[in-house]
């Protein structure tokens, strides 16, 4: 079972928008971080952006006022199991696979665990 189920890749134009959605699958850990990382052809794998339990956000500076990361978890939950990826004024720079993460890190940030999705093409092209 994949631990981590995205949604919402696509073809868009330039200046256009796309929403980016993932999940994580029953039976994965208590997880205090989620966001997303991307790979362009060629390229290594970047970070894009996270969230925290807390409500703390990280965004890459190449995203930052365009790129908009949220949470869906429920009310009553312990742990995060879904974010929201929103990706305005796209640029063809951005086309890459973006691929969900996930995990459980300690009070210095070090990762104890983490899980990845498979990932979701994202094209921005005219």
């Known amino acids: 079972q994949v631990p981590l189920v995205e949604s919402g890749g696509g073809l868009v134009q330039p200046g256009g928008s796309l929403r980016l959605s993932c999940v994580a699958s029953?039976?994965?850990?208590?997880?205090?971080?989620m966001g997303w990382y991307r790979q362009a052809p060629n390229q290594k794998r970047e970070l894009v952006a996270y969230l925290t339990s807390n409500g703390d956000t990280m965004y890459a500076d190449s995203v930052k006022g365009r790129f908009t990361i949220s949470e869906d978890s429920g009310k009553n939950s312990v742990s995060l199991r879904m974010n929201n990826l929103i990706m305005n004024n796209l640029k063809q720079e951005d086309t890459g696979v973006y691929y969900c993460h996930a995990g459980w890190f300690n009070f210095k940030g070090e990762q104890q665990y983490d899980y990845w999705g498979q990932g979701t093409q994202v094209t921005v092209s005219s």
């Open positions: 029953e039976g994965v850990f208590t997880l205090n971080r």
